[in-house]
């Protein structure tokens, strides 16, 4: 089973409105990170949240941990249509630095 | 700009070939990773390799095979390829103590036909 699944599972909004994207695990983890992946290519590194966090920033992007919920959410501000790509959100459950990824939201921001 | 490469970025080839996928990094990371996705789907870690001369499977169960002769390099091969291996295979690398934060190269897409 799905150690991370994201929610929802696609996302179309405008340019400029601001897009929340939400991940569930299942076992205590080390820290949670998010990625973006454009169509056909590798994954990008967005930012890493540590367990004993519970809010991060790093420009436009929000993230947020809830440990006793055992969920994270990503917020993207004033969207923009580069930010068109699928986000994943990946733990480590084991401590090894072996990742578990969700099946992601696919966001589409329309002009 | 991630340091890491894959080549080729597409390949289509017949059933009962041998390939090998290539994986280079130049960031000098210990750790390295090849994931099968495909389309619109979740990644599946196949191979994993902590150090020269160590490879692991992960946790989806592949046919193919990986080496580890090289920090840098981190080949995928397979004897004898199948429709059913058709994917994308992404390869990544990781540096100890930086909490598991990845670098993924473009990735390779395979047909076999």
């Known amino acids: 089973s799905q150690q991370g699944e994201e929610d929802p599972q696609a996302l179309s909004i405008q340019e400029g409105e601001n897009a929340t994207m939400n991940c569930s695990y299942k076992?205590?983890?080390?820290?949670l990170q998010w990625y973006r992946q454009n169509s056909g290519r590798g994954l990008v590194h967005l930012i890493l949240?540590?367990?004993?966090?519970r809010e991060k920033h790093s420009g436009r992007l929000r993230v947020t941990l809830d440990t006793s919920k055992k969920s994270s959410s990503l917020l993207i501000t004033a969207s923009r249509a580069a930010d068109t790509a699928s986000y994943f959100c990946a733990t480590d459950p084991g401590g090894a630095q072996k990742l578990v990824f969700g099946q992601g939201t696919r966001l589409t921001i329309n002009p | 700009e991630a340091d890491i490469y894959q080549t080729p970025r597409y390949l289509v080839i017949g059933t009962g070939k041998k390939i090998t996928l290539e994986c280079s990094q130049t960031?000098?990371?210990?750790?390295m990773y090849w994931y099968q996705q495909d389309p619109g789907m979740e990644l599946h870690l196949i191979h994993y390799s902590y150090g020269v001369n160590s490879t692991e499977k992960g946790d989806l169960s592949s046919e193919s095979t990986v080496s580890r002769i090289r920090t840098e390099h981190f080949p995928l091969t397979l004897e004898s390829a199948r429709p059913s291996h058709t994917s994308q295979y992404l390869c990544?690398?990781?540096?100890?103590?930086?909490?598991?934060?990845?670098?993924f190269g473009p990735g390779t897409r395979l047909t076999v036909t």
């Open positions: 960031m000098g990371h210990d750790k």
């Open positions: 949240i540590r367990s004993n966090e």
């Open positions: 076992t205590s983890i080390n820290n």
């Open positions: 990544a690398s990781s540096e100890s103590g930086t909490g598991g934060k990845q670098y």
